[in-house]
């Protein structure tokens, strides 16, 4: 069995993580803060030169946001424009007339593993939640039986497929193509939210007994839905999906055309995540907003707006980029390859557990895939790993495990679907291990197969 050189790196890493979780989880101070203030710390702690940590911190912080700012910044604006035009709404509509009212809970896990692709969890749910208000209503049905559903498509998507930032981070952290990425993201996640939307909704639903009146649902079922004409459903899906379509292009370019030639080039030119929603943003400013009669200044003036909210998570994603760099700079990566190496941990379970202990802990799925990505990247590599792919989909699935009263999501559902802790518990709680548990079950016999 390998012997770890220097254990006192471990224990201080041990030491940093515990600190992170505490000063996050229970003294409620900001991620990102604390994400630096324990980075370079542990620099310190670990013997780093005072003039190299600064350097080494930026570094790791410019590297991740070198990248992922232009995702954050291109899928936001995308998002705002399906807002804006009601292209979401006619999604809506039109999945539920074709799937019909009786099974309405099976139209919203479609729109919202169709809808959530471009947009943050919390974006596509406040968008969504109309839908789904109107939806229970309209069909009789408990708020639990369509809402579910809805949050555990938007869940899914945000946890495994790029290109949402921590799933792009850690894409970039195991050196993934962003196109099979997306492609078994896509495998792996609908069953995912089958399971644990309509499936868990129809079992739980009627053993959950919510209050008859919702003040957020009157909010929204008393306006009135016809008072703006909507999108194509065409038009819509296609604009939705274009930088999808873009990305699994360029991931399978070298099956597609021969290495080297410019069909290739030009494949894996429009497959790169910032120029598949460059190009989607761009065409949305048409389809979903000068066709729609928005004007010009309309249409800089979404674009401009919506970004303001994406401060939080940009800094939260590039601190996790500053702190992997001093893990890998410090010598603690290296410690945990031998360690790992000792008990012979496959690195899919490694990246899951670590992931699930981060997402309990700080309540931030973000926080979690980041900071366990940064950890296990360097193992995957030293151990010569061939799937890349799987490790991001596995660090994904087990982000999102067991979310409660330290994450923000959970209030939001609990708030939403006007239920009380012990309800959420029942129903937010449990479909999110559903979907953690199930996901990293799926991806491990995908590597069983591949």
Request: with cysteine; charged share 10%; hydrophobic share 55%.
């Amino acid at each position: 069995m390998p012997a770890v050189a220097n254990p006192s790196l471990l224990l201080y890493a041990l030491i940093a993580i515990v600190a992170l979780v505490l000063l996050i989880a229970r003294y409620r101070i900001n991620p990102f803060i604390v994400l630096t203030l324990v980075s370079l710390g542990l620099a310190l702690v670990a013997g780093m030169p005072a003039k190299d940590i600064m350097a080494a911190y930026e570094t790791g912080v410019g590297k991740t946001l070198g990248h992922i700012a232009l995702v954050v910044a291109l899928g936001t604006m995308l998002g705002k424009m399906m807002a804006e035009s009601g292209g979401a709404d006619r999604i809506a509509l039109t999945l539920i007339d074709r799937f019909g009212e009786r099974n309405a809970h099976w139209a919203m896990v479609c729109i919202a593993f169709v809808c959530g692709l471009p947009l943050f969890f919390e974006v596509g749910f406040v968008l969504l939640i109309p839908i789904a208000f109107t939806v229970a209503r309209r069909t009789g049905v408990s708020m639990l039986m369509v809402g579910l559903p809805m949050v555990a498509g938007l869940s899914v998507v945000h946890g495994l497929v790029p290109p949402h930032p921590a799933a792009m981070m850690a894409v970039g952290a195991y050196g993934a193509e962003v196109g099979k990425t997306v492609a078994y993201a896509i495998l792996v996640g609908v069953p995912t939210a089958i399971i644990a939307g309509p499936l868990f909704a129809k079992f739980i639903a009627p053993r959950i007994v919510l209050p008859s009146h919702n003040p957020m649902a009157d909010q929204f079922t008393d306006r009135d839905a016809g008072a703006r004409s909507l999108p194509g459903f065409g038009i819509t899906m296609f604009t939705v999906l274009l930088p999808v379509a873009l990305m699994l292009l360029g991931g399978w370019a070298p099956v597609l055309a021969p290495a080297g030639t410019p069909l290739s080039g030009f494949l894996l030119f429009i497959g790169n995540s910032v120029i598949a929603l460059l190009i989607a943003t761009v065409v949305s400013f048409w389809t979903l907003g000068l066709a729609r009669g928005f004007s010009r200044e309309d249409v800089l003036k979404f674009s401009q707006e919506c970004l303001a909210p994406t401060a939080g998570i940009t800094l939260l994603v590039g601190a996790g980029g500053g702190l992997n760099r001093i893990l890998v700079d410090s010598g603690v990566t290296t410690q945990i390859v031998a360690l790992s190496a000792a008990f012979q941990l496959s690195p899919l379970l490694l990246g899951w557990l670590l992931a699930a202990l981060m997402r309990v802990a700080t309540g931030s799925a973000t926080v979690a895939m980041t900071t366990s990505a940064g950890i296990v990247a360097p193992i995957a590599l030293a151990m010569h790993y061939p799937h890349p792919e799987l490790l991001v989909l596995a660090t994904g699935a087990g982000s999102l495990i067991l979310s409660h009263v330290n994450d923000g999501g959970f209030w939001l559902i609990k708030e939403y679907f006007n239920m009380s802790v012990g309800q959420t518990l029942k129903t937010w709680t449990v479909l999110e291990t559903l979907i953690s548990v199930v996901a990293f079950g799926l991806v491990w016999a995908l590597a069983g197969v591949l």
